[in-house]
């Protein structure tokens, strides 16, 4: 069989698990949405962590059969927080309640997120917006697309223009991190027209993919948080780094998703 042959089926399995993951992560959207709508009270950190994890379960007993099946040999990261390079091979990404803090709360910005990693490279990613009922969806070399239509980045050439977005750290994250969140809003804050802060990183990434925002960046960040991102600007024209302009990795400390237009001031921005 010619490279090329094989290549071309490659694509046409990618494109059949990519339409099987969208329809799985809308499955175990519909699930969260069932138990959204309350604010869920909590005193203490582990009455916390049990309401999360609650709802990571509720969504991981649809997510993990249907996508196994999809991908029987592909491994699966367990912790949504976790960081840094995968072993090679293929592996599933998934946050199976991002923004889960804001479900919590019963504020809208969450979704549920799956991502197939091949070698390190997100190669196709679904993210559901259960509230709009929205799915984004990329494959590589195919496009980034909300529900079949194409997405495009913004066309914005000044960053003093701009609406950018950030997401702070972690909670328990280190506090030299959490001061380059501080100064980097702040160097923003003089730069851009409208600096957004709020968490998930995933949903203001969906926002440069559609061109509603024009950069968005991150002092730290976890694999889950920010694969489909990476995925969804890239394929809909942005470009991809770390805060300093270099090529962005799991092992990056930083992160930096913009139209092109503006990349290379948000870079000058972020590195004063």
Do not use: C, K
């Not at 997510?63 to 090679?88: C, F, I, M, Y």
């Not at 997120?113 to 509230?131: E, F, G, I, K, S």
């Not at 702040?186 to 409208?194: G, I, Q, R, S, Y």
């Not at 489909?228 to 780094?241: C, D, H, M, N, Q």
Request: net charge negative; aromatic share 4%; hydrophobic share 45%.
């Amino acid at each position: 069989m010619s490279e090329t042959l094989q290549t071309t089926d490659v694509a046409a399995l990618d494109a059949d698990v990519l339409a099987q993951t969208a329809i799985a992560v809308r499955e175990a959207g519909s699930a969260l949405r069932e138990r959204f709508g309350e604010v869920v009270r909590y005193q203490t950190r582990e009455e916390l962590m049990r309401a999360l994890a609650a709802n990571d379960d509720t969504a991981l007993a649809i997510l993990r059969p249907r996508l196994t099946s999809l991908r029987p040999d592909a491994g699966w990261v367990e912790d949504e927080l976790d960081g840094g390079a995968l072993p090679s091979g293929e592996w599933w990404v998934v946050d199976p309640a991002e923004g889960n803090v804001n479900h919590l709360h019963a504020l809208p910005e969450w979704a549920v997120t799956a991502t197939l990693v091949r070698d390190n490279q997100p190669v196709l990613t679904a993210v559901h917006l259960p509230l709009t009922g929205q799915t984004y969806t990329a494959l590589t070399g195919a496009g980034a697309h909300l529900d079949g239509r194409p997405l495009h980045v913004s066309q914005t050439a000044d960053l003093g223009l701009s609406i950018v977005a950030t997401s702070q750290a972690r909670p328990d994250e280190d506090e030299n991190v959490v001061r380059r969140v501080g100064s980097s809003i702040t160097a923003m804050l003089l730069d851009a027209l409208v600096v957004r802060v709020a968490v998930p990183a995933t949903l203001h990434l969906l926002n440069v993919a559609a061109g509603r925002i024009d950069a968005f960046w991150q002092s730290a960040g976890a694999r889950a948080d920010l694969l489909p991102g990476t995925l969804l600007v890239t394929e809909a024209g942005g470009r991809i780094s770390d805060a300093q302009g270099r090529p962005w990795t799991p092992q990056s400390e930083s992160f930096l998703a913009a139209a092109p237009g503006v990349h290379t001031q948000a870079v000058a921005t972020l590195s004063r």
